[in-house]
């Protein structure tokens, strides 16, 4: 690429030489021939020039996206090998920003790496033609230009907290934009998209400060690198005329220095480019680092015990709560409270509690030492989440399967034989066959029979193309109700050893939820199965139920005996029934979901 880049500016450097001799020899001595020749060298590099600037254009741009894609690779898989974990210690705007904005930064920092080193390279190159025709010349050139490059490095450093400071705004705002538009639904509901609204433009303003305070100062660097280049123009310009009278120089080479000095614009240009795209890459790397060297709390070697199916009621424990299931049982978990229910599926699942975050920082310390303090601060706050982490990750988990404690098992084989599927689960952009298999394993008509258990036959219908049906990113154009029902297509075509889903049915209609309710208990005949809801239509058809309060199991049963044996049992209950009743009378069917969507 260097190579390239110096063919490129080929004219540049050897264009003045041969259009000086061109003049003392040819034009001069009157000598056609020598004329001819020295302008034929000339058309002949201005084509090699040509040539290379075509190339050179492509190759700039493949080695940026090259570097780009790179760290938007990098990143997404860090975030795939932490899952869950990722949202703990980085915030997902700062997630957003390092994958599209710092990506770009970084490759654009490749871009120019080659133009840099040519422009060294050719300025060496011309300072050795100059002295080779006047060595005083050629020491004032020698001298001139590292004052140039030197009179800028004192702006670099205040312009690096500026773009810092930049960085660290737009990260912010690209957080609140992220967390704006996946609760607009709700915001809408309580009336909160003005306040948010007000929120978002208050620190676009933030952002644009910060944009203005950068470009005033990367403003005086242009600056001073054009009224500097300009300078040691004019007085190489002088310096030669000043040779030339004294008959130390012909026109020629006057000519020639005066195409040398106009043709350094280039070097000192693409000098103080390179500085201005290494900075804001040094600050995208930092942020970038900080990123990919989040490890994984989890150990990942586990013993080698034996862990085969047993026909047991204590075939999956969780020994804090005093939850357990038996291998091929349909279980239903119903607590007063939703979240409790769901704390206790990510602990079989071996997830970490949701108790601890990243969260955005509300304001930004103005002065450089405030914000070095701040952002020292949010480090140290990170990185007692990662040690915490790490220390509820290596201790034994306190949930076992078939007797063997989850900490002892490779999660991978964890995440394979279990499967926690929450009350929000995600839809990636693909065909629905990518959607509801993305291993590709399984054929069409056991793809339709899932589909056909979760209820979900309005979405295939009403898929244009069916099977190879293009499904937007988070399942836009879908309504909740069929995102969920998807989702949990897609865990049933898995078909995993133990599946708990937490309120599986809680975007759909009463009686769209009454036939899933039916279809799914036979569907998973011989594998466990584990759910979290307080819907009747769900705990009549359980093999046992199961009372959780205060994070405690307190009663155990199938649904008729805890219903008449219970009384705690039997409000939760009931409230719930009530809740199904108003459901199924009222207009919140998934066909109305579908039109809000």
């Not at 020598?34 to 000339?42: D, I, N, P």
């Not at 005033?216 to 030669?240: E, F, I, Y």
């Not at 005066?258 to 500085?275: D, H, Q, S």
Request: glycine fraction near 8%; hydrophobic fraction near 45%; proline fraction near 4%.
């Amino acid at each position: 690429m260097w190579l390239v880049c110096m063919l490129w500016l080929l004219p540049g450097m050897l264009a003045p030489l041969f259009l000086g001799r061109a003049i003392d020899e040819g034009v001069r001595a009157q000598d056609m021939g020598r004329t001819l020749l020295w302008c034929g060298l000339l058309t002949i590099t201005i084509i090699i020039s040509v040539t290379a600037d075509a190339i050179q254009i492509g190759a700039e741009v493949a080695n940026w996206l090259i570097a780009m894609y790179r760290i938007i690779k990098l990143v997404s898989r860090k975030v795939a090998q932490l899952g869950h974990v990722i949202t703990r210690r980085v915030p997902p705007g700062e997630m957003l920003s390092i994958a599209s904005g710092d990506a770009d930064t970084i490759g654009a920092v490749a871009h120019t790496a080659a133009r840099v080193l040519s422009a060294f390279t050719s300025f060496a190159v011309v300072v050795a033609l100059v002295l080779s025709e006047s060595t005083r010349l050629g020491l004032i050139v020698l001298i001139a230009s590292p004052i140039i490059v030197l009179s800028a490095v004192p702006i670099l450093k205040p312009v690096q907290k500026a773009q810092l400071a930049e960085r660290e705004r737009s990260s912010k705002l690209t957080g609140m934009a992220v967390d704006i538009v996946a609760g607009l639904r709700i915001l809408r509901g309580i009336g909160g998209e003005r306040t948010f609204g007000d929120n978002y433009a208050k620190q676009s303003q933030r952002v644009r400060e910060a944009g203005v305070r950068v470009g005033t100062w990367w403003g005086a660097v242009d600056s001073s690198a054009v009224l500097l280049s300009g300078v040691l123009l004019v007085l190489l310009t002088w310096a030669g005329a000043a040779e030339m009278i004294a008959g130390r120089l012909s026109i020629g080479q006057l000519v020639s220095f005066f195409g040398y000095a106009v043709f350094l614009l280039n070097p000192f240009w693409f000098l103080f480019e390179g500085a201005q795209r290494w900075i804001a890459g040094l600050v995208s790397a930092d942020k970038t680092i900080g990123l990919l060297k989040h490890r994984p709390p989890w150990t990942t070697s586990g013993k080698p015990e034996n862990t085969t199916p047993s026909d047991c009621a204590d075939f999956l424990v969780d020994a804090v709560s005093g939850f357990s299931a038996a291998q091929g049982q349909f279980t239903v978990i119903v607590s007063a409270d939703p979240d409790e229910a769901a704390k206790l599926a990510d602990r079989l699942g071996r997830y970490l509690p949701g108790t601890q975050g990243a969260e955005e920082d509300d304001e930004e310390p103005e002065g450089s030492k405030a914000a070095k303090a701040h952002r020292q601060k949010k480090a140290e706050k990170r990185a007692r989440i990662a040690a915490a982490d790490e220390a509820i990750a290596e201790a034994p988990w306190g949930v076992s399967l078939a007797g063997v404690d989850l900490t002892d098992m490779p999660l991978d084989e964890v995440r394979r034989r279990i499967v926690v599927a929450d009350a929000a689960p995600g839809v990636f952009a693909g065909t629905l066959r990518e959607v509801l298999d993305p291993t590709g394993v399984h054929e069409r008509d056991e793809a339709e029979l899932a589909l056909y258990t979760v209820s979900a036959d309005d979405v295939w219908d009403a898929l244009p193309e069916g099977w190879g049906s293009v499904i937007d990113e988070r399942g836009r154009g879908l309504s909740g109700g069929q995102r969920q029902r998807l989702v949990l297509a897609r865990i049933l075509l898995a078909a995993p050893e133990i599946a708990v889903l937490v309120e599986p049915t809680s975007a759909v209609d009463a009686h769209t939820e009454a036939r899933i309710a039916a279809r799914l208990p036979g569907y998973r005949q011989g594998l466990t199965t584990i759910i979290t809801t307080v819907s009747p239509l769900w705990l009549r058809l359980a093999d046992k139920v199961v009372l959780l309060q205060d994070n405690r199991v307190t009663a155990t049963g199938t649904h008729s005996e805890l219903l008449a044996t219970n009384p705690a049992y039997r409000s939760i209950v009931l409230r719930g029934f009530e809740d199904t009743d108003k459901s199924d009378t009222s207009d919140t069917s998934d066909t109305s979901d579908k039109g809000a969507s």
